[in-house]
């Protein structure tokens, strides 16, 4: 498990490079769900995701011989973003494994950031399996998007951050995919803030962190067609999950519906662009998965990456 | 004209009431444009935009007794929404006459910070003589939207704000609709960085301020089917030109296309809700109507308040 001084560590790499980004507040959500919420805005983090602050605080600790020979990962989303803007930034060569159905979009980012794209055919060939061989091949380091004990260090500092802006929160609420933002968090928070509970939110169509959870053991789903994207890993990791059962007080589910309101929400009336990721903690609130009338909440907007297609269908089916 | 003095005056009034709103930046925009940009986030002010500033400052200066009657307002945009909220948090009455034809989501916004809508037919009724004839009837007091000394004063504090955080500005961006804005935001800057050019944009197809200033007279335009509705105004007014034609250095308009473009990049890659009016500064520069290589230019972005469908119009239409 990640220790808390590895997390106070990944402060200290992160301070100056990853943005301490804002924490937002509105009356109207407040009055919405009868408590004080303060939103961790990390959709304004670098890349639009705090997967940023995983990929540098990893790749930091990696010695400068092997750094220096490249990173590869096999993520399309935001942790394949981060990896690529961290290569920029430390002028390393990083490589991103992805499937030949991903986005356009998401390719030329990754590209924009300088990383040399790999596709795979997903029909054919396991993701993992394309990325060990260019590790064996080119002697490339693979940072996973989330079950490496730096990972989750970088990604409980958004966290840290808001515990030390923020006083005496009662409860906060984060997305869980992998689980890296999660046990970050958790571990964070259970140092800082002894007394805060600490509640995952996973989407209903993808909830096997939330029956692993309750099961003890880890519970896999298959691709599940959630429209939050970001959470569609198959399951939570062996080094993620005993800190999830360790730290973490209870885990929710929301609906399809529940999240696409979220993101409208936060647009029409927050002026805040959150992917559906982002918006389970705010979803849970809204819906009334989660409640906590009068406490002061913690909420970890994860991350900001919504593409225009996106964005239609919520704005489509958005009740407001 | 209003004076500097009324802006610091506005300042004072506006402190703890108003949100000193964020300035955000963007390595991106740069490169994209060629020099280092500050955006001035008052998409993320009260109600969504600069207007509430103007508002409560206007409202704070009416004798008690003249304000507790009420306050009227013919806006059912920003300034309109902004009166309302004002009305709210002073515990006064407030009515915004609308015309038949608005939005049901405005009507329901001012109603929700408790004004009373006065409906008006556009075809047959001026919403002017509708207020005059609520201010003759029941002794109210009207808030014009922009052509009023306490509301320049008010908008200005934002671009006062934004000198105050940012150490020289070669140049401030704001959009024009009746002028509010731009002279509040040139009044601080001639009076707080000397040095700093001041340009005021418009929608070509609502040039009226633009070629006012170009020809020394106010010039008209009827009902300009602009996206950028925030500045369909007829003209600016007699207190607003006269302070545009001292303080502002130039003008320029963008086209629709350059409105929505603006609107979809700082969607999707600065994660900033701004309504079509609010990306005007943003537009002029990455049209290239406005240059201004390697230089500190401060763009005020005014409001927020985009609605689904003018934001899906934004996503099917604009450029990426």
Redesign the interface.
Known sequence: MTTFEQLLDARRILDGVAHNT?V?TSQTLNASVGAEVFLKCE??QRI?AFKFRGAWNSVSHLDPAIRARGVVTHSSGNHGQAIAKVGQLMNIPTTIVMPTTAPVTKRAAAEGYGATIVEHDPATQKREEVSASLVEEHGYQLIPPFNHEHVIAGQGSAAAELHDEIDDLDLLITPCGGGGLLSGSALATKNMRRKCKVIGIEPELGDDATRSFRTGTIQRVENPQTIADGTRTESVGDITFPMIRHYVDDMQTVTEQAIIDAV?FL??RL????EPSGALGVAALMSGVVSAPGKRIGVILSG?NI??AT??RV??E?R?
């Open positions: 804002a937002a959709n304004l639009g409208k647009f029409l002026k805040l662009v959150v900001g593409d225009s964005m239609m704005l489509n958005g407001n």
